[in-house]
C-alpha cells in the first residue's frame, strides 16, 4: 500500500510506501496551498483541495497524470474532501462559505450543496454509506 500527502510548504504532494520508502512527488507543478486529498485506487484518481490564489478541487491520476481542475468557481476555503465510493460523488466542505457540497467524481458535474450552515468554519468532512460527518474549528 502508499500512502499520499500534501505538503504546504514547497506545494507539493508526495507519495511513499507504508514503510516510507519509494518516496517520490506526484505533483509539483501548478499547485498553489494543497490542503486536503482523497484517493480512489480503484479508479486510479487522486484528488485535493487547493487555498491558494485560485482556490480549486484537482483530480489526477495516482502518478499525477492528467491533471483536471473540477470546481474552480463558487469556492473560497475548500478544507476537507471525502469519497463517496457507492455513488461515485466526491464532498468537499469549505471554511469561507459554511458549505459542504459534492459533484460526480468523473465528469465533475451534477454540483450539489448538501449542507450549509452559518459560522461553522468547516474542517474536515467524511462519508460512509447514508452518513456525512464533519468537525468545525
Not at 6 to 13: S, Y
Not at 63 to 78: C, F, H, M, T, Y
Not at 116 to 134: E, K, L, P, Q
Request: net charge negative; glycine share 10%.
Amino acid at each position: 500500500g502508499n500512502i499520499y500527502w500534501t505538503d504546504h510548504g514547497f506545494n507539493l504532494i508526495e507519495v511513499a510506501r507504508l514503510n516510507g520508502s519509494f518516496r517520490y512527488v506526484v505533483i509539483s507543478q501548478g499547485l498553489d496551498q494543497p490542503r486536503s486529498i482523497a484517493v480512489h485506487p480503484e479508479k486510479g484518481y487522486l484528488f485535493w483541495t487547493e487555498w491558494g490564489q485560485s482556490p480549486c478541487i484537482g483530480r489526477a491520476h495516482l502518478d499525477g497524470s492528467e491533471k483536471v481542475i473540477l470546481v474552480s468557481l463558487g469556492i473560497a476555503w475548500p478544507n476537507g474532501i471525502s469519497i463517496d465510493y457507492e455513488e461515485n460523488k466526491l464532498y468537499w466542505c469549505d471554511a469561507r462559505t459554511d458549505k459542504i457540497e459534492r459533484i460526480d467524481l468523473e465528469s465533475g458535474g451534477s454540483r450539489e450543496i448538501v449542507l450549509s450552515g452559518s459560522n461553522v468554519d468547516m474542517f474536515s468532512v467524511a462519508v460512509f454509506g447514508a452518513y456525512i460527518y464533519w468537525s468545525d474549528r
